[in-house]
């Protein structure tokens, strides 16, 4: 491996591990298969497993389609998206009628939600004052979902042509 690629994994190990302790590992002992199977100690670092190594993998590739899988969002901002997903551009008054569903719901509280997806570009907006509405930008395709993976080991083959490429 070259030596940035064996120093970014470094960085990511516990320190004063045992040189023989395995790198990359699985979710660890529990009571079921999502704890490393049964009979396993809670913590204890398994041998990764590809199903496991795969489930991680498509949700890394699923994130870089959408900023909006990277970013913490809490519930008003979640629902706020979902809101403008699946009817397009809002006014103001339409994304707070779309979330009040029978309650009641200030526009203040909506527009600093909206403020706060604007400020982590994953909304944007366009027209002022009363005409003023958000949107959600259309997926932005990440180097990684441009490439149509199939598989982790696509990967090997993609860093070594770029490796290639860079001279």
């Known amino acids: 491996m070259p030596a940035q690629v064996v120093a970014a994994v470094g960085r990511q190990l516990p320190p004063g591990r045992d040189p023989d302790a395995l790198v990359f590992t699985g979710p660890g002992g529990g009571a079921g298969p ?5 009979g ?20 890394a ?4 389609g959408d900023p909006a899988a990277v970013v913490e969002l809490g519930t008003s901002e ?5 809101s403008l997903r699946a009817g397009g551009p809002q006014t103001l008054a339409e ?5 009040a569903a029978g309650r009641r719901l200030r526009s203040e509280t909506v527009a600093w939600t909206l ?5 982590d570009n994953l909304v944007v907006v366009t027209g002022e004052g009363e005409e003023r509405r958000w ?12 490439l149509k993976l199939s598989g982790p080991h696509d990967l090997r083959h993609t860093y070594a042509t770029w490796l290639e490429d860079a001279g």
Do not use: D
Request: net charge positive.
């Open 95 to 99: 994304v707070v009628e779309r979330l």
């Open 61 to 64: 590739v699923a994130k870089t």
């Open 78 to 82: 979640r629902r706020a998206l979902a």
């Open 40 to 59: 396993v100690p809670r913590g204890t670092r398994t041998v990764l497993s590809r199903g496991n190594f795969r489930r991680v993998y498509l949700t």
């Open 34 to 38: 999502k704890h490393g199977g049964p």
């Open 115 to 119: 403020s706060r997806l604007e400020a």
């Open 135 to 146: 949107a959600v930008p259309a997926l932005r395709p990440g180097a990684l979902v441009r």
